[in-house]
């Protein structure tokens, strides 16, 4: 860390830095430690060491020195002892900062040394055996965690525990810590092994989630917490720190060092009074699996730069920093003690030598404020967040005193404000104090007056297009046209004022500066303004302000600050609305304007482009750069650039001119960075050409790189292998110089080869450069699998693969051994050269087993061995064991089974396999087939089986050799019938039964085990008095003597441990019907007649109740049947006139037909219809509403569906509405309502109880209402159906339901149409014979006026002929 005491350094100057840092160091005690730094800087600076937990001042153990040769500062410390393990610090300052930084020592003790005892009470001590018996200490059993060895060349298993239960973003910092570099392969390991643990956790927990890492809270307690839920509540659960098991108390005792708390499935273990020997890795196991893993860090750390308050505006950001006394990888922040990670709000850095940590919240806002502390193990820090919004609340005041409907501002007479001038300077003061911040925006405020007059000056030219555009319109409207010029004109009046407004507020605003620094200018500044005295006399003539009273100070304070810009809004107000709101819009933004993200710093190379950005929180507003203090632009060698938000410096040819400070600036806010320029690192040509020529060793010797570079500053070195970093220690020695540096790796393994790299690192970048280590070794051991191609009883014949690792030289030959099973001596039979993978053995026996040993050998040795299995010679190779047998089926006379062939053939063809079988408490197997008639398929149906008892299978594989081994026992098998629910065959789900007559209902069924029957009626059990029987597959319900109550829904329903069904029978108790009441005949219309009769006795009970009518007319002489189903008691039929007529009604149900009732005779003068003496009148069909067929009671199961129907006439056509429970549901889609031809229906998919009530139909027209009511009554379903066979039987039901409602709907339908062509035809009949008898009698009046004219005349002719008779006679 570097820390510059002066804001610019002279040139040539420079501040001090570690050329390279000391390293840490592990000595034994009594050793000498030594650490050592070189360091640059102009001045030179003085070198000093100090350490974190002591002092360094005793000469005699701490002796710092100046090495001149190799101008390094050194600090020996002699004789080292325990207590002197710590973090040490360097420290090199000059008179322009300050450079620091830490080496850690750590001191391992040799031996042990005994414990001083206080012999002072030695004599006091009683040698009583009972006081050593309570000396004794009763030994503790700690229970251990069961750890996954580590395999040489493996990543700890730890490794993986702590991913496994870490989050995404903390798997860099992991890795890092345990060497992995491999990232991609890490996550696709993970993935496996968290599937692995997901299957392992499944065993104890069915489910485990919401794991939070350890972390430390800012009461100095560790927690962490995850949900579970366990499968088994006595599951134990143990708590296990580095392998060992802690004691976590009870639930309800927090007071325990570790603590376990459980809230519902959250369980959260805590650490109370944290101490550094807390650290390590924490894991919860259920039982024997793990379930979290999870790692606390506590490092032996100080705060060496605690946190400091900060107090920021509101939009800007704040920043906190923590430093400590050593390296600090990752720490804890907390806002109000909520933990915090880095994001969009929060920005977390830490400096590279881990020191160094910063908070910066972003953009911070009220609630923003708070306590923000820093966690780093048992060490904290805390600071305080104040958010000041200053700016806006003044902003906020000139809005309210500026607004144009403040009207009440009180105006003071000139004498007053003489009077009250001292009053008026304190409150100036205070105005001048809280406007120091307002000022820098104000000048921004007129520089935005600016383009806002710009903004009115575009308004005005779009005000003139449209009124270009309105003289378009109108042309004739003279005098509106005068007055747009007159607003036009006003307009321009205007604009020249506002002109002088913004000249007379920048003298307001140097005239308020005149005032508050009156001391320090003189009156002679104030007489150079006579450009704006000019202005404001000009603006006094046209606002009425008394310029000379303002320059005394004799106006009142408002007209002094708000006076003009009062007025000035107010015509904004009155005359541009808009443009005055978006005046204040831009002041407010201008107001809060603040950084999205500053400036940073940056090292450009030499000749090289680089660019300096920072973003705003908006884009109306430009900013200022500046180098050094000096305002750039682009012509200076850079690019200033503005895209949105974002604003770019470019520096387009790095130089060394080029190197300062720069700094952004806008509307009061900066942000800077500084510009360094320099070139990467290099090596030296020669050192190079030869660092890229490979190093080859031997096993067990040492190899060395060297890369040479010239000196370079701020130089950082590093070695990698296989891109891992190396680091000195162990068998790695780095040794790092001005000029060259050093690899040595002692005692290479063959594991060490692979590529070394170096990297050269400074401020500006990278290099780096290549070359590669070869170990030679002796090979590994030839890689199998092994293959017997050749066995006879005299050859043996062997391959096998190459070696993996040839040990970096090419394999020479391979040696073989072998060992006869039963001896124990192994003998060399075999050395062949390297281009043979092959080995032919023609000593051996047949049947004799033999082990071999292959070793590969180089010019380094010889190899491992890799060793066969037992190998036997010749034919006699038995196959292997075939997989274990597996049950497809059992039944009780044939148990079907099925295995797999072995893997292991014995080097001869399966001829067949033997089967054998034992029964179950028994130990002898017995053989199902002799091994001379092997059964040749994988597959075989054992039928000597027993019904009832359980037997075990197993198998063995046959060859030319004779039967191998037998496979594995398959499991025990009962042999049963397979369970299966209850299934009904072939049921019947109607009966009709007469009164009196027994009911047998009997149902046949499939099931195992036997089921447990239970019958049903109406959701029910039946009457204990009723009969059941059992048989085998078959149960009939029997009621002896049956009676009309019987009549119901019988449901049987059948149950076991698979499952069960039921079925519904609808059994109807009825007789045969009692034959209707008396018939009557009514005719109305000619050619028809209407028969209606009483209803049967019975047409309450049996709801299956019809009407048949027969017809027996003279001219026939039959009986002949006119219709049939008729729900009605109703009917009308057409006869012929001269004829004689005779009706008979039957009542018919599901048990017959009754006896006829017969109508009487309809003769001859009945067809007479007498006509009335005049015109009759016009002949109507209107007629009011009338049912002839109501609904019906209805008493469908829960879930079925019902379908209510009834039969409505009426001319014209009633309008038809349902009612349930009084309410309206002809808008409700729980119903399908459809109104065909006076046949109104009424149709639920499936009924529920709360489809119970009374269903009421209402028919009105404009000559009256007729109604019908019925009630529903849903039963409840006893049981649940089995799906198959119930879908199928209610499907069916439904199907037969349905037909029978549309028959009777098609019915109604037809009936209706047929009545309904009746009473047309009869309507034209009528008409037609009123016509006739009207025209008749027209007829026969005027043939009767005719004749009476003609008698008349006559008459007339006679009276005149007798007159002329008489005239004459006399």
């Not at 690792?805 to 072998?818: F, K, P, W």
């Not at 069909?1181 to 009426?1210: D, F, I, N, W």
């Amino acid at each position: 860390m570097i820390t510059q005491y002066v804001k610019e350094l002279p040139r040539g100057k420079s501040t001090p830095d570690f050329t390279r840092k000391p390293i840490a160091l592990t000595v034994q005690e009594g050793k000498v430690a030594i650490f050592k730094a070189v360091v640059s800087g102009d001045p030179a600076p003085t070198v000093t060491w100090a350490r974190n937990k002591g002092d360094t001042s005793d000469p005699e153990k701490y002796k710092p020195r100046y090495d001149e040769r190799n101008r390094e500062h050194v600090l020996e410390i002699a004789n080292v002892q325990v207590d002197q393990a710590d973090t040490y610090k360097c420290f090199a300052t000059n008179q322009f900062g300050k450079a620091m930084c830490t080496a850690a020592l750590s001191v391992f003790a040799v031996g042990f040394k005994k414990k001083s005892k206080d012999t002072s009470t030695k004599d006091d001590q009683s040698n009583d055996p009972e006081d050593f018996r309570k000396m004794l200490r009763k030994t503790t059993i700690v229970k251990k965690r069961k750890e996954k060895p580590k395999k040489e060349g493996e990543i700890d298993p730890k490794f993986w525990e702590v991913m496994l239960s870490a989050k995404k973003s903390d798997y860099e910092r992991i890795c890092h810590e345990f060497g992995v570099t491999d990232y991609r392969w890490m996550l696709k390991q993970l993935n496996l092994k968290r599937k692995e643990k997901e299957d392992e956790q499944a065993k104890v927990v069915e489910d485990v989630g919401n794991m939070k890492p350890i972390e430390v809270k800012t009461s100095g307690r560790a927690e962490f917490e995850f949900d579970m839920k366990l499968k088994d509540t006595n599951s134990k659960i143990y708590l296990f720190k580095d392998g060992h098991m802690l004691d976590y108390g009870s639930d309800t005792d927090d007071s325990s060092k570790h603590h376990m708390k459980k809230t519902g499935d959250k369980y959260m273990f805590s650490i109370n009074n944290l101490g550094l020997n807390d650290g390590g890795l924490y894991q919860v196991d259920v039982d024997d699996v793990n379930i979290i893993s999870t790692t606390l860090a506590i490092p032996d750390v100080e705060f060496d730069g605690i946190l400091k308050d900060a107090k920021v505006v509101e939009g800007k950001d704040a920043m906190f920093e923590g430093i400590f006394s050593g390296p600090v990888p990752q720490i804890t922040w907390c806002v109000n003690d909520i933990s915090v990670e880095h994001g969009d709000k929060y920005n977390i850095t830490v400096s590279e030598d881990k020191l160094t940590h910063r908070l910066v919240v972003k953009n911070c806002k009220k609630e923003d404020k708070g306590v923000y502390t820093a966690i780093a193990g048992i060490k904290s820090s805390r600071a305080t967040l104040a958010v000041d919004v200053m700016e806006q609340m003044f902003l906020q005041d000139i809005w309210q005193m500026n607004r144009p409907d403040c009207k009440e501002k009180k105006k003071k007479q000139p004498g007053e404000a003489r009077g009250q001038m001292g009053e008026v300077m304190e409150r100036m003061t205070v105005v001048v104090q809280r406007m120091v911040v307002v000022m820098e925006w104000m000048a921004m405020v007129v520089q935005r007056m600016v383009v806002v007059m710009e903004r009115m000056a575009m308004v005005v030219q779009r005000m003139v297009v449209v009124m270009e555009r309105m003289a378009m319109v109108v042309q004739r409207m003279v005098v509106v046209m005068e007055r747009i010029a007159m607003v036009v004109q006003r307009m321009v009046v205007v604009m020249e004022r506002m002109a002088m407004v913004v000249q007379w507020m920048v003298v307001v605003m140097e005239w308020m500066a005149v005032e508050d620094l009156e001391e320090e200018k003189d009156l002679e500044e104030m007489q150079q303004e006579s450009m704006d005295k000019v202005a404001l006399e000009d603006l006094t003539e046209v606002e009425g302000i008394d310029l000379e009273k303002m320059r005394q100070g004799n106006t009142d304070k408002e007209e002094m600050e708000v006076g003009v810009l009062e007025r000035f809004l107010e015509w904004v107000w009155e005359q541009t609305d808009l443009e005055a709101s978006q005046l204040w819009l831009d002041l407010v933004v201008m107001v809060q304007v603040h950084f999205a993200s500053g400036l940073t710093d940056t090292n450009a190379l030499r000749g090289k482009p680089a660019d300096l950005v920072c973003k705003l929180n908006t884009d109306k507003i430009d900013g200022v750069w500046y180098k050094d203090g000096n305002k750039l632009a682009s012509k200076d060698g850079v690019v200033i650039s503005k895209d949105g938000c974002t604003h770019k410096l470019i520096i387009q040819n790095c130089k060394d001119s080029d190197v300062g400070l720069y700094h952004f600036e806008v509307n009061g806010c900066k942000t800077e960075a500084t510009v360094r320029v320099g070139d990467l690192p290099e090596f030296d040509p020669d050192a190079l050409q030869k660092f890229s020529n490979p190093v080859i060793v031997k096993a067990g010797q040492s190899a060395s790189f060297k890369m040479s570079f010239p000196p370079q500053a701020s130089l950082e070195i590093k070695w990698f292998k296989n891109g891992s970093e190396l680091l000195d220690g162990g068998s790695v020695k780095v040794v790092k110089e001005l000029n060259h540096s050093r690899l040595q790796i002692k005692d290479c393994l063959r594991s060490d080869s692979g590529q070394i790299k170096i990297q050269l690192k400074n401020p500006f970048g990278s290099i780096e450069a290549l070359s590669s280590l070869i170990v030679l070794d002796k090979p590994g051991p030839p890689q199998g699998p092994l293959e017997v191609t050749e066995s006879t009883s005299s050859v043996l014949e062997l391959k096998w693969n190459p070696p993996k690792d040839e040990g970096g030289s090419e394999v020479t030959n391979y040696i073989i051994e072998r060992q006869q099973v039963g001896q124990g001596a192994w003998k060399r039979v075999g050395d062949i050269s390297a281009n043979h993978l092959t080995f032919r053995d023609r000593n051996v026996s047949l049947g004799k087993r033999y082990i071999y040993r292959i070793y590969a050998e180089n010019l380094e040795g010889v190899s491992e061995a890799m060793e066969t299995e037992k190998i036997m010679a010749g034919s006699l190779m038995f196959p292997g064991p075939p997989g274990m047998p597996k049950v497809v089926s059992a039944f009780k006379n044939c148990i079907n089974l099925i295995w797999t062939p072995p893997e292991k053939y014995g080097g001869n063809k399966i001829l067949g396999y033997q089967l054998e079988k034992r029964k179950k408490d028994t130990n002898q197997w017995v053989t199902l087939n002799p091994v001379k008639d092997p059964i040749q398929d994988l597959k075989y149906a054992v039928k000597d089986v027993s019904e009832g008892s359980e037997y075990e299978f197993r198998v063995t594989a046959i060859n030319m050799s004779g039967p191998g081994e037998p496979s594995a026992p398959s499991v025990m098998v009962c042999a049963k019938n397979p369970n299966t629910k209850p299934h009904f065959k072939d049921p019947e789900d109607f009966m009709v039964v007469r009164s009196g007559n027994s009911i047998r209902i009997r149902m046949n069924y499939e099931a195992s085990p036997p089921p447990d029957i239970t019958w049903l009626k109406n959701g029910e059990p039946v009457s204990p008095w009723n009969k059941i029987i059992h048989a085998d597959g078959t149960c009939t319900l029997v009621i002896p003597s049956s009676k009309y109550s019987d009549s119901g829904v019988y449901t049987i329903v059948a149950k076991n441990s698979s499952g069960q069904a039921s079925f519904d029978i609808d059994v109807r108790v009825t007789d045969e019907p009692k034959p209707p009441g008396p018939v009557e005949l009514e005719q109305v219309v000619y050619g028809k007649v209407i028969i209606t009769w009483s209803p049967s006795p019975d047409h309450n009970k049996d709801d299956r109740l019809h009407y048949m009518l027969e017809e027996y007319n003279s001219n026939t002489r039959i009986w002949r049947r006119i219709a049939d189903h008729l729900l009605c008691t109703t009917y009308t039929t057409s006869i012929q006139p001269g004829q004689e007529y005779h009706f008979r009604v039957y009542a018919k149900n599901d048990m017959g037909v009754s006896d006829a009732s017969e109508s009487p005779t309809w003769g001859k003068n009945n067809n007479k219809v007498p006509l009335s003496s005049s015109v009759s009148a016009v002949v109507t069909l209107e007629r009011p509403p009338s049912v002839l067929v109501p609904l019906k009671l209805h008493t469908p199961p829960k879930g079925y569906q019902c379908y209510m129907t009834c039969a409505v006439r009426g001319c014209p056509s009633p309008y038809i509405a349902w009612y349930h429970n009084g309410i309206c549901i002809n808008s409700d889609n729980n119903y399908y309502i459809t109104n065909a031809s006076g046949i109104c229906s009424m149709y639920i998919l499936r009924v529920r109880p709360e489809d119970s009530g009374e269903y009421k139909v209402v028919a009105v027209n404009p000559f009256g209402k007729a109604e019908c009511s019925s009630t529903l009554k849903v039963k409840d379903d006893p049981s649940v159906h089995e799906k198959d066979d119930g879908v199928d039987e209610l499907g069916r039901r439904l199907a037969d339901e349905k037909a029978r409602l549309q028959k009777e709907q098609d019915e109604a339908a037809m009936r209706a149409q047929s009545e309904k062509d009746e009473a047309a035809r009869r309507s034209q009949d009528e008409r037609d014979e009123a016509v006739r008898k009207a025209q008749i009698e027209k007829d026969e009046a005027a043939k009767k006026a005719q004749a009476e004219r003609d008698e008349a005349a006559r008459r007339a002719q006679a009276e005149r002929d007798e007159a002329a008779r008489r005239a004459k006679a006399q």
